[in-house]
């Protein structure tokens, strides 16, 4: 809890955070990949400044490949080899996804949010939000947790969407700016501590919140990326697997977002356009 206060007071004095969280962290292991829920309190911290994390993956048919091992059987003998396969679980954002508006995407020509999930905006009195990164139109939600094709029910594809799963462009990164509502405007502060706790008469009257900052100064900034994995160890060995091409904008992204939070937005406008996707 000190910690997520920490973040928490230094957003009320004004300062930039850049979040970048899914509902689900990605643990890769000799038996494959696995997904395990995001520790639920630092959801809930961004859900009270205005940022709501879905509990489900982002499925989007625009996206990049992802090394699967196969297995083969030629008559008596198996063989595995790496195939790259369309992977849904990493959505290709080109242009139509971008907020064209905002600075933090100037020379962006496409982004790949891996194993993202959806991204709300909730209002906030004094809180400006919009939305960043947005799926393709054909995107749909999966919240099962397997990461796998299952070539024996979707086919070649590996990767289907339920019949009763909608379709529609899905938030995958949003902005905040303004007068933010502390996390822990009506809690005890960590910073008391167990021991701290006032008995009696007095335990009724005293704010255990302290000197807590219960609201933000104007100047503050909130980046909410839904991905966890965005530029993780994992991912930056895959883009050199396959190339890079469709992973080369996303370090971009973050220089831009680090400074538009710095609020240098002269650097963003003057900043060459490198990234690319072939």
Do not use: C
């Not at 009320?12 to 995001?38: C, L, S, Y």
């Amino acid at each position: 809890d000190k910690q997520k206060f920490a973040v928490d007071q230094y957003l009320m004095r004004g300062g930039a955070v850049i979040a970048m969280t899914g509902a689900f962290e990605i643990k890769p292991d000799r038996f494959g990949i696995n997904a395990n829920k995001t520790q639920l309190g630092w959801l809930d911290q961004l859900e009270a400044y205005g940022a709501r994390v879905e509990q489900s993956f982002v499925m989007d048919p625009q996206n990049t490949k992802f090394p699967i091992p196969v297995r083969e059987q030629r008559g008596p003998f198996a063989f595995e080899r790496i195939e790259l396969v369309p992977y849904p679980f990493f959505a290709d954002i080109r242009r139509e996804g971008f907020n064209d508006g905002h600075p933090t995407l100037a020379g962006l020509a496409s982004l790949a949010v891996t194993w993202g999930s959806p991204v709300t905006l909730v209002e906030r009195e004094g809180v400006k939000g919009e939305v960043l990164l947005k799926s393709s139109e054909g995107s749909w939600l999966q919240a099962s947790t397997t990461l796998q094709p299952n070539f024996e029910k979707y086919g070649k594809a590996g990767f289907g969407k339920d019949p009763e799963a909608k379709t529609g462009a899905q938030p995958l990164a949003v902005a905040l700016t303004g007068t933010f509502p502390s996390f822990f405007a009506d809690k005890p502060s960590p910073l008391f501590g167990e021991d701290a706790k006032p008995e009696g008469d007095l335990k009724e009257k005293l704010d255990r919140t302290g000197r807590t900052l219960k609201r933000s100064t104007p100047e503050a900034r909130l980046v909410v990326v839904g991905s966890s994995e965005f530029m993780a160890d994992i991912i930056n060995q895959l883009a050199r697997q396959v190339g890079g091409g469709a992973y080369r904008g996303n370090p971009l992204f973050i220089r831009n977002l680090i400074d538009w939070s710095l609020a240098d937005t002269d650097l963003l406008q003057i900043r060459s356009a490198g990234a690319f996707a072939r």
